[in-house]
């Protein structure tokens, strides 16, 4: 059972959201917030696997309480249970515009993806399913503009890793091929090796990387060079 925890101070979009999760085999809805301070309450209480998270909120908006519920967690006595068994809840942000800057921040905060608010029923709930195992969950072509156009107008991160010295060559090549948009199957059907395997390559760099995602990974891969803008996925 996934448990799910919905976010988004609109009650009808709220509401709509709700019904479908409840509707869908697997998945149980265990709150709603209309803010991002009674989300990370209520995160806390429940212990979600999956947290759909707004940005746009008046409070606390979806970036700061996507840190926060993060922080609490990899604080707290890691009695969650999510599938991917890291302790940690999975955010998967909604938002209206898929090159709307703030997404790229709540990547930064640990968000695990993000999806349009025009995504369609059966997508959403592949997405949570998705999300709930550790995985991803972006589209490559906007994940590549999006994490492109604000790379390149972005200043150097001052907490960016100084370099990748510490990741293996096989762990650079994942982490190289995830930043590219590449599915976990993907990537290992192009270096001969199994999902399993390419899952602890990525689990392994994000420990390394003292990183709290594999979104945050695919930052980290665009600011230290390790995948240039506009260059090629080869």
């Known amino acids: 059972m996934i448990r799910v925890?919905?976010?988004?101070?609109?009650d009808l979009i709220r509401a709509g959201l709700v019904a479908l999760l409840?509707?869908?085999p697997g998945v149980e809805v265990v709150g709603e917030a209309t803010d991002g301070a009674e989300a990370v309450t209520l995160a806390a209480r429940t212990r979600p696997d999956v947290v759909l998270m707004d940005i746009r909120m008046p409070g606390m908006d979806g970036i700061a309480a996507t840190e926060r519920i993060l922080a609490e967690a990899a604080a707290g006595p890691g009695t969650g249970t999510p599938q991917d068994g890291s302790g940690l809840p999975r955010v998967l942000v909604l938002t209206t515009f898929?090159?709307?800057?703030?997404?790229?921040?709540?990547?930064?905060?640990g968000a695990s993806g993000f999806l349009l608010k025009d995504t369609g029923p059966e997508r959403l709930l592949e997405a949570?399913?998705?999300?709930?195992?550790?995985?991803?969950?972006?589209?490559?072509?906007?994940?590549?503009r999006l994490i492109e156009a604000y790379?390149?107008?972005?200043?150097?991160?001052?907490d960016s890793p100084a370099s990748l010295e510490a990741l293996t060559a096989r762990e650079r090549e994942v982490?190289?091929?995830?930043?590219?948009?590449?599915?976990?199957?993907e990537i290992a059907e192009q270096l001969f090796i199994s999902e399993a395997t390419v899952k602890t390559h990525l689990n392994r760099t994000m420990t390394k990387l003292d990183l709290d995602s594999r979104a945050q990974a695919?930052?980290?891969a665009y600011?230290?060079?390790?995948?240039v803008p506009g260059g090629s996925a080869g």
């Not at 949570?128 to 590549?144: E, I, K, Q």
């Not at 790379?151 to 001052?158: S, W």
């Not at 982490?175 to 199957?185: E, K, P, Q, V």
């Open 218 to 220: 695919v930052v980290v």
């Open 5 to 10: 925890l919905v976010v988004d101070d609109q």
């Open 223 to 227: 600011e230290t060079g390790l995948v």
């Open 175 to 185: 982490l190289r091929l995830t930043a590219r948009g590449l599915s976990n199957t």
């Open 151 to 158: 790379v390149q107008r972005a200043e150097p991160v001052p």
């Open 98 to 109: 898929d090159l709307d800057e703030y997404v790229y921040a709540a990547l930064r905060a």
């Open 128 to 144: 949570v399913s998705a999300v709930a195992r550790g995985d991803m969950l972006f589209a490559p072509s906007v994940t590549r």
């Open 22 to 24: 409840r509707a869908a």
